[in-house]
């Protein structure tokens, strides 16, 4: 079967076996000109629906693939949005609204097209360096991808170099990449510090990330100033309780000196 077909066998596992069989295939007819229709209004996925291909793809640092980005998809679909809320699309303040978002998006998502490791490629030869490096208080901003609404912050970064280190900018347009994409915070911080030890093959890595999320202050449970702080740790600073503090401490003294 393919993606643009909906049938009998599927409606009757969902609605149950003692539905008649007319009224399955009137179901199936409706629910398939509304598939149609929403794939129709996106040429890419149409594609990929009638005829088994996908559309182009990139690949993110993780190694999954995605699709490459559709502006004008983005345009089509934020008007949409616009006109089911019961908005007026041409009005005078909407009408450059879908091009606006879609450009916008283009911008804040733009890491999920890009590889932060190439970022870390080149680096120097750490001949007598073999101490905590840190790099603290990197601003960042990203999309919470549950609600599509910003979540903000600064990171904080230590490595313990192996054989090489890398120029401190790099680290910082790591978390740039990384943050502009649909995210989590929780995420976010496990892939900075997997990055520093696949990048730099480092001894070690820690972060720690601290944000707050629009998606609790502006809507839901509405409590503006709360912070969530995650962290993750790799190599020594996981099995050095002592390097662990040391990394904590210093992060604390700089806050606080």
Same mark, same amino acid.
């Given at each position: 079967?393919?993606?643009?077909?909906?049938?009998?066998?599927?409606?009757?596992?969902?609605?149950?076996?003692?539905? /008649?069989?007319?009224?399955?295939?009137?179901?199936?007819?409706?629910?398939?000109?509304?598939?149609?229709?929403?794939?129709?209004?996106?040429?890419?996925?149409?594609?990929?629906?009638?005829?088994?291909?996908?559309?182009?793809?990139?690949?993110?640092?993780?190694?999954?693939?995605?699709?490459?980005?559709?502006?004008?998809?983005?345009?089509?679909?934020?008007?949409?949005?616009?006109?089911?809320?019961?908005?007026?699309?041409?009005?005078?303040?909407?009408?450059?609204? /879908?091009?606006?978002?879609?450009?916008?998006?283009?911008? =804040?998502?733009?890491?999920?097209?890009?590889?932060?490791?190439?970022?870390?490629?080149?680096?120097?030869?750490?001949?007598?360096?073999?101490?905590?490096?840190?790099?603290?208080? =990197?601003?960042?901003?990203?999309?919470?991808?549950?609600?599509?609404? /910003?979540?903000?912050? =600064?990171?904080?970064?230590?490595?313990?170099?192996?054989?090489?280190?890398?120029?401190?900018?790099? =680290?910082?347009?790591?978390?740039?990449?990384?943050?502009?994409?649909?995210?989590?915070?929780?995420?976010?911080?496990?892939?900075?510090?997997?990055?520093?030890?696949?990048?730099?093959?480092?001894?070690?890595?820690?972060?720690?990330?601290?944000?707050?999320?629009?998606?609790?202050?502006?809507? $839901?449970?509405?409590? /503006?100033?709360?912070?969530?702080?995650?962290? $993750?740790?790799?190599?020594?600073?996981?099995?050095?309780?002592?390097?662990?503090?040391?990394?904590?401490?210093?992060?604390?003294?700089?806050?606080?000196?």
């Amino acid at each position: 079967m393919k993606y643009s077909e909906i049938s009998t066998h599927t409606l009757r596992r969902f609605y149950g076996a003692d539905r /008649p069989a007319s009224w399955l295939d009137g179901k199936c007819a409706a629910g398939n000109r509304v598939l149609t229709g929403w794939m129709t209004s996106c040429p890419a996925w149409y594609k990929m629906a009638t005829m088994g291909s996908k559309p182009a793809s990139s690949v993110s640092a993780d190694g999954v693939a995605g699709l490459a980005y559709d502006k004008d998809a983005v345009q089509r679909a934020v008007r949409q949005i616009i006109e089911a809320m019961g908005e007026d699309p041409e009005r005078e303040g909407l009408v450059d609204t /879908p091009r606006r978002i879609a450009e916008m998006f283009g911008e =804040i998502f733009s890491g999920i097209h890009q590889d932060p490791l190439t970022l870390l490629a080149v680096g120097f030869e750490a001949v007598q360096q073999h101490e905590m490096v840190i790099l603290k208080d =990197i601003p960042f901003y990203s999309m919470c991808e549950h609600h599509f609404l /910003p979540f903000h912050g =600064i990171v904080h970064v230590g490595y313990i170099p192996s054989d090489r280190i890398v120029g401190i900018s790099k =680290i910082a347009r790591v978390v740039e990449v990384l943050a502009r994409r649909p995210q989590l915070q929780e995420r976010l911080t496990q892939q900075l510090v997997d990055m520093l030890m696949q990048g730099l093959n480092a001894d070690g890595a820690a972060v720690v990330v601290e944000a707050e999320h629009l998606c609790m202050t502006m809507r $839901g449970v509405k409590k /503006p100033g709360s912070k969530i702080v995650t962290s $993750g740790t790799r190599g020594i600073f996981r099995t050095d309780p002592r390097t662990r503090a040391e990394f904590l401490s210093l992060l604390q003294e700089a806050r606080h000196g």
